[in-house]
């Protein structure tokens, strides 16, 4: 039987979940029924018949016309276009155009926000691997990587990203970034042995290779395992797809207010009609005028003013560094109360640095964080000379190492293993120059760096003849020594002193640092450079916190929002990093295999006590959110990596970096830190308060405005009365008098607790007690006031035109009043009440757009209007500010808590 012959008889489509990385070379090479040279040609074709192409699926999608139509299903959305109708039928033609621009702005917005929303899955499919070396019957040749199968051998070699998921074979100092994949901020050193452990997490399997990731040095021979969908990036797609990412608190509540708006304008019209034809008045005209008197129900504007003040809000995060896809993200940003913030890159720096030293017998600290050649030692917190022994250990250090620290756009950064690059930084921190250390003494040999070894060794020329430095693992670097240098000579390496040397290393790394130990010997070539060398010291290093990091998660606790770090980092490193930035101080840190032993209910219990979750998968990431969004917590989720996109998706709001994140993490986000800069968030927070606070301004000024002229003109009809305003006085007050106050509004200055508040209940939403009562005094007192002016003016003998016309320009003077009342619903308007200068031109504006229906005669015609009287005036002013005083007496309750708290 020839081996294809063999291959079609013995292969079997791999079972769903198999543990690879628990298998030995042998045993994955008969479950995949291939050789370490192979599979031919013929073989290839048919396994890719059987197992599809090695590329994410294309979900299906709705069109874009579907997409377009779904945004009429609004109800305010269909409101409005009965208010164009309306408008259209009495002739106002620029009512109907605005109203119909307003609804086209709102349409094509939701629109083009739900249209885009897909791209997270595009950006996956354009980090797959173009092609891949591959082995066939033992010749490497290079084919597309979709065509690759379950059994291919692949050839990696640095600067190849992994075609799909692969068992390693064969490793030669091949090291892999799996940042973007895991978390892990290091480049992970692949081996072939096998593991006994099945419930390895997914950074811990060393001798496996994931799709998307990349190689960046050595090389090395892998058995395709999984392809297309079967990969983690696979996985990673289906979850992404499959996570409906939630409305935002402000979009329920504006469907919860369209709802009811709705159906107030359904109870407002059949009351007044039914009322006006009970009295004998013509069907048509209360037919007419019901549907007026439901127009001013629903503000007109409401659409544009949200829209307007999100954009606002966009516009003025961009210059605070954080860019937002989904206008209605900015709103939800505010009643954020946990963010749940991924480790590399965006609480640390993603740039190793050398945090601790041990030479001369002494624990010395580094200052400086990143690849900043800034800093100085450290003893007891005290600033001190570099010492002889740290001078040695850092020079062998830098001369074992290939690392280079370059400066670009003004940026240090380092080309090469960022490990290496952590030494070579720490020597020029105390005064070495890496250039002319290598010149003086030239490297002539060396003993590579392998994941069995631990150990890199090199071999220089001086003028007192080679010598060979050596840097690697504690353990293996120490037993290799016999001498220990000390007071600038060298000592026997006593056990006592091997003792204390291990006893620092378990400090170090209990600390979370990554530990190496230097070593050196003289007169020696490479052949016994490893044995009976001199130990130098020991280094400890890890991905620092960002500088601003600390302060930011402070801020945050002010605010009352809870951080927590959810990273696939070790679980003593993501300790450490949390506690030195007060993100951890008595709660639980728990790994992936943790909570693979917590069941979902049991997690909704518990999270509140979990400060740090280390090891995890993108499953669990969505757990996690998952069970704070089940306590009815507004949960932020901020990633860099292809592992964060699901979770990202399914948080409330998404967060991005911009500088380091993938495109998968920037497309699944609904914001990303163009600086990706943790206290970038603090200051989108703020935003998003602001955002929220002014939107709840225009509502609670709009809605109080509508309540004044729904009460005044029922009641009119109830009683008995003539009609107070005419059809178009009702459609201008609520398009012209609210619109452009209720715009100025949406720009308001913050008021000055809002940082110092909690974060909002989105449960409650815009209408909490005090609100309520704010709105419904203010609605109240307005068609208190009118009605009174009304019966007055009409028991006074005056005509009705006249008396209508006084009333309506009470109407607008009270709303001008209320506009100013409202920019806070409990502060008084007498502090700073002029801060707001749009508020103040738009009144300013509508003063004169009054003054010309007044006095302007075509105007007078088409409004129904008379020329006021300065008695007029005076009686209507003074009749209108009286709200001013009732407003101040419910500002001054709410402020001692008789309504419930502010938000």
């Known amino acids: 039987m020839g081996v294809t012959e063999q291959q079609n008889a013995n292969v079997q489509t791999p079972p769903p979940v198999v543990a690879w990385h628990t298998l030995s070379i042998d045993d994955a090479l008969a479950t995949l029924a291939t050789r370490a040279t192979g599979i031919d040609a013929a073989e290839s074709a048919r396994r890719l018949q059987q197992h599809g192409p090695n590329e994410l699926q294309t979900f299906a999608t709705q069109s874009a016309w579907h997409t377009f139509f779904a945004q009429f299903k609004n109800a305010l959305i269909l409101i409005l276009?009965?208010?164009?109708?309306?408008?259209?039928?009495?002739?106002?033609?620029?009512?109907?155009?605005v109203i119909t621009v307003i609804v086209l702005f709102?349409?094509?917005?939701?629109?083009?926000?739900?249209?885009?929303?897909?791209?997270?899955l595009e950006a996956l499919r354009r980090m797959a691997a173009p092609s891949a070396h591959v082995l066939r019957d033992g010749e490497e040749v290079m084919i597309p990587a979709r065509d690759l199968v379950p059994g291919d051998v692949v050839v990696l070699r640095a600067g190849d990203r992994v075609p799909a998921d692969a068992r390693v074979i064969e490793a030669v100092n091949l090291a892999v970034d799996e940042a973007a994949l895991t978390g892990e901020s290091l480049a992970v050193q692949k081996v072939s042995t096998r593991f006994d452990d099945a419930g390895l997490a997914l950074g811990d399997r060393t001798n496996m290779t994931y799709a998307g990731t990349l190689a960046v040095y050595g090389r090395g021979h892998a058995v395709i395992v999984a392809t297309g969908m079967a990969t983690e990036f696979g996985r990673i797609a289906k979850l992404v797809e499959s996570v409906e990412a939630g409305q935002t608190p402000l979009q329920e509540n504006l469907d919860r207010l369209g709802g009811t708006l709705a159906k107030a304008a359904l109870v407002v019209v059949a009351l007044v009609v039914v009322v006006g034809l009970m009295r004998g008045l013509p069907a048509l005209e209360m037919f007419i005028f019901g549907i007026a008197l439901a127009v001013a129900v629903v503000p007109e504007a409401l659409p544009a003013v949200v829209t307007i003040s999100l954009a606002i809000g966009v516009r003025r995060m961009v210059k605070r560094n954080a860019l937002v896809r989904r206008l209605p993200i900015v709103e939800t940003l505010g009643s954020t109360s946990i963010i749940c913030s991924d480790k590399t890159g965006t609480l640390t720096k993603n740039e190793m640095t050398v945090r601790q030293m041990f030479a001369d017998e002494h624990v010395l600290d580094l200052s400086g964080t990143g690849y900043d050649p800034t800093g100085a030692v450290l003893e007891a917190g005290n600033q001190i000379e570099p010492s002889p022994a740290v001078r040695a250990m850092l020079r062998a250090a830098t001369l074992a190492s290939d690392a280079r620290l370059v400066v670009h756009e003004g940026r240090h950064q380092v080309e090469g293993d960022p490990t290496e690059g952590a030494l070579v930084v720490a020597a020029m921190k105390v005064g070495l120059i890496p250039v002319e250390l290598n010149r003086q003494?030239?490297?002539v040999g060396e003993i590579p760096f392998t994941s069995e070894r631990r150990r890199m060794t090199t071999l220089h020329t001086t003028s007192a003849g080679a010598i060979a430095y050596s840097k690697g693992a504690a353990d293996d670097v120490l037993a290799s020594c016999t001498q220990l240098f000390k007071s600038d000579r060298e000592i026997p390496l006593t056990d006592d002193c091997r003792q204390r040397v291990s006893d620092v290393e378990r400090q170090m790394a209990g600390a979370g640092l990554r530990v190496l130990a230097i070593a050196r010997k003289s007169n020696t070539s490479l052949e016994d450079a490893e044995r009976e060398m001199t130990l130098l010291g020991l280094v400890g290093m890890m991905d620092p916190p960002r500088a601003e990091a600390k302060a930011a998660v402070h801020v945050c606790a002010q605010a009352?929002?809870?951080?927590?770090?959810?990273?696939?980092?070790?679980?003593?490193?993501?300790?450490?990093?949390?506690?030195?930035?007060?993100?951890?101080?008595?709660?639980?840190?728990?790994?992936?295999?943790?909570?693979?032993?917590?069941?979902?209910?049991?997690?909704?219990?518990?999270?509140?006590?979990?400060?740090?979750?280390?090891?995890?998968?993108?499953?669990?990431?969505?757990?996690?959110?998952?069970?704070?969004?089940?306590?009815?917590?507004?949960?932020?989720?901020?990633?860099?990596?292809?592992?964060?996109?699901?979770?990202?998706?399914?948080?409330?709001?998404?967060?991005?970096?911009?500088?380091?994140?993938?495109?998968?993490?920037?497309?699944?986000?609904?914001?990303?830190?163009?600086?990706d800069n943790f206290a970038t968030i603090v200051a989108a927070v703020e935003e998003g308060r602001i955002v929220f606070g002014n939107i709840k301004k225009y509502l609670t000024y709009l809605l109080s405005s509508n309540v004044g002229e729904i009460v005044l003109l029922a009641g009119a009809v109830i009683a008995g009365l003539p009609m107070p305003l005419t059809a178009v006085q009702i459609l201008y007050v609520n398009l012209a008098t609210d619109g452009l106050p209720a715009l100025a509004l949406a720009v308001d200055p913050p008021e000055a607790d809002l940082m110092q508040r909690k974060p909002r209940n989105p449960r409650l939403g815009i209408f909490t007690r005090p609100v309520v009562i704010m709105l419904l005094t203010g609605g109240l007192w307005s068609a208190l006031v009118n009605m009174t002016l009304f019966v007055w003016m009409l028991d006074s003998g005056r005509p009705l035109a006249e008396v209508m016309s006084m009333t309506f320009v009470s109407l607008v003077l009270i709303q001008f009043f209320k506009a100013y009342n409202y920019r806070s619903d409990h502060l008084s308007v007498f502090r700073k009440p002029f801060a707001n200068k749009w508020l103040n031109l738009a009144v300013a504006w509508e003063l004169v757009l009054l003054v010309a229906i007044l006095y302007v005669p075509f105007l007078q015609r088409a409004f129904a209007t008379f020329s006021l009287s300065l008695e007029d005036w005076i009686i209507t002013t003074v009749m209108a500010f009286t709200v001013v005083p009732v407003l101040e007496t419910v500002k001054w309750m709410t402020r001692r808590g008789w309504f419930g708290e502010v938000v």
Not at 106 to 120: N, P, S
Not at 576 to 596: M, P, Q
């Open 81 to 97: 276009l009965s208010a164009t109708i309306l408008s259209g039928f009495l002739g106002h033609m620029l009512e109907a155009i």
């Open 106 to 120: 709102a349409v094509l917005l939701g629109f083009i926000q739900e249209y885009r929303a897909g791209r997270a």
């Open 441 to 443: 003494e030239p490297r």
């Open 560 to 675: 009352g929002i809870r951080p927590v770090m959810i990273t696939g980092d070790h679980p003593l490193t993501a300790g450490a990093i949390a506690r030195e930035i007060g993100i951890l101080s008595n709660e639980r840190v728990v790994t992936g295999r943790d909570l693979d032993a917590i069941d979902d209910e049991n997690l909704r219990r518990e999270v509140a006590e979990i400060a740090v979750y280390a090891r995890v998968s993108p499953a669990d990431k969505l757990r996690v959110v998952n069970a704070w969004q089940s306590r009815g917590q507004v949960v932020a989720m901020t990633g860099d990596g292809i592992n964060d996109a699901p979770a990202l998706k399914k948080a409330d709001v998404g967060i991005a970096m911009g500088i380091v994140g993938t495109d998968v993490s920037k497309e699944a986000a609904g914001m990303t830190l163009l600086d």
